[in-house]
């Protein structure tokens, strides 16, 4: 099961508090207290694993290693350890204040690599050494270690696809990423098929499978906005309509619908147009549901965002070909 948003605590690790101590040598009297060690940063690293969430699947407080304390004869205390957290690329952080429960601070990570510090560690106090002075030669002073930063985060999962691949539920979107990929998604003849997105490459380009969309899919129906917000980022679309479907005018609309309620960005995406399954209806009813798309899509979207409608089918090599003669147009536009 992917995981694509999690809420989890982090804390920085502590600082280790100062020492009181006296040197017990004969002749080199003195203090001799050392510092506390500072504690471990938090950091987040952004990597290709997009099931990278999982880690936090039920483990949702993160701390990081605490500073050690000061020790006598002028021994600090060691620096607690950083801790990486490594999440997919494509995630969005939103830090919370703990006690007003506001966002604080919105980042993405964009870029396999890149990474970011979440929660900045507390230093440790000082060592009676550190306050000695010419009307202080014995101080008992120290200092006790600051706290490290402590957040709620919410991680939230948008994928970065060069295609997405978006439809009715059971329109042949695994089957067609199976095809142009090496996906092994599942594929069968039934609605909801495929419960989370799924990723394939074709040379250079990632293509994503969107989970179908339904009416309502903008309010939270069917699989709902959890999958709307894969599509924010992808560069364009393919949109596939079942050449079984008895209203492909109705099925195109309601998917448009959906995405211009979520954000009026995905209604401009560049698109493609797919009448797909094409084998299991015969050549005279594909050619009546191709005309009747290219009827309605022109005047329902921006002519500079629409491409073509084609028929494709994954038994037909010849409308395969086709298809990857778009994604080549694609890969040669990056």
Known sequence: MLIDEVTIKIQAGNGGKGSAAF????MSLGPTGGKGGKGGNIYFEAVSDLSALNQFRHKKDIRAENGEDGRSQFRDGNNGRDLVLKIPVGTV???FDNASSQIIKTEEMLKIGEGILAA????GGKGNFLFRSSRNISPKQFQNGLSGESFIVKLELKFIADVGIIGLPNAGKSSLLNELTKAKTKVANYPFTTLEPNLGTYHELILADIPGLIEGASEGKGLGMRFLRHIERVKVLFHLISAE???PTKDYETVKHELAAHSKKLGKKTEYVFLSKSDAVSKEEIKKKLDILKKIIP???DLASFKNIYAISVY???SLEKVKEILSSIQSEK
């Open 23 to 26: 040197n017990k040598n004969m």
């Open 93 to 95: 952080i939103q830090k």
């Open 120 to 123: 900045k560690s507390g230093l």
């Open 245 to 247: 479907s008895e209203n």
């Open 299 to 301: 005047a329902k979207q």
């Open 316 to 318: 037909n090599w010849d």
